[in-house]
């Protein structure tokens, strides 16, 4: 069972990142998508730990922001942008039955451009005015949006007959699948609060938020196009980590 469970965390990580894995392994990428918010908390520490180095090396915090910001795009090799992109085409066309063919068109309208850039530039100014606890924000960040990107998953139905998200809900198991990443991320926000007591209530309800903008996310895309697609799982990763770093530089 445990090497079963591995071979599928190795599978969500050659999904969802760039990183290598061995071909030993031999991957299971059915049901992978429940492990898309460890893998998110997994990438986010990963991103922390350069952003320490960066900041040891005393690199400039505006420097350091957008270094953190383009590797977080390169490690997932633009996979969530890529979606958040197609999404705001489709949802710029008036007409709701032209929407996923718009999204299907792999070339980048002009909404999606400038989605992306908006994107990239709320991350990097919001990374920039956050100074302390960034270790625990950028894997937090990341978690909650796929938890949020799962929560989707399991809620909303799927709007194409055949799909690069379709195999997603293929098996998945409710509500189990949901509380594996949750479980994670409050285990994660326990040890933030059990290291910082002093800051403990404002850890709490930046978690509270964060899990609400995951939420809201998902029901935002259900709500405008009537369900969801591998695009908008994207857009939900991408938009959820956005406002989670803009609600970590209001100081709690």
């Known amino acids: 069972m445990l090497l079963l469970n591995l071979n599928s965390l190795l599978a969500a990580l050659t999904f969802y990142t760039c990183f290598p894995v061995s071909p ?25 730990l350069v952003d320490l180095g960066l900041d040891s090396l005393h690199v400039p915090n505006l420097t350091r922001s957008a270094i953190v910001v383009v590797l977080w795009i390169w490690w997932t090799g ?3 942008l890529d979606g958040a992109m197609d999404a705001a085409d489709g949802l710029a066309v008036q007409d709701p039955d032209r929407r996923l063919i718009v999204m299907s068109d792999s070339v980048t309208g002009a909404f999606g451009a400038m989605v992306a850039v908006v994107i990239i530039l709320l991350k990097t100014c919001a990374l920039t005015e956050i100074t302390p606890d960034r270790l625990w924000i950028l894997p937090l960040a990341a978690g909650w949006s796929r938890w949020g990107q799962v929560l989707s998953i399991a809620l909303y139905p799927y709007l194409k007959v055949q799909g690069k998200g379709a195999f997603h809900r293929q098996g998945m198991n409710i509500p189990q699948d949901i509380s594996i990443g949750l479980a994670c991320l409050v285990a994660v926000t326990s040890c933030q609060i059990y290291l910082n ?43 959820t980590e956005t406002f989670i770093l803009c609600l970590c530089t209001i100081p709690i």
């Open 24 to 48: 030993n392994f031999q991957l299971d990428f059915s049901r992978i998508a429940r492990w898309a918010p460890v893998i998110g908390l997994l990438l986010g520490a990963g991103l922390g």
């Open 78 to 80: 633009g996979l969530h």
């Open 197 to 239: 007591p002093a800051h403990g209530l404002s850890i709490v309800v930046r978690a509270i938020a964060s899990c609400g903008i995951a939420i809201l996310a998902g029901y935002y895309f259900d709500r405008r196009l009537g369900g969801h697609t591998g695009d908008t799982y994207g857009a939900v990763v991408e938009w």
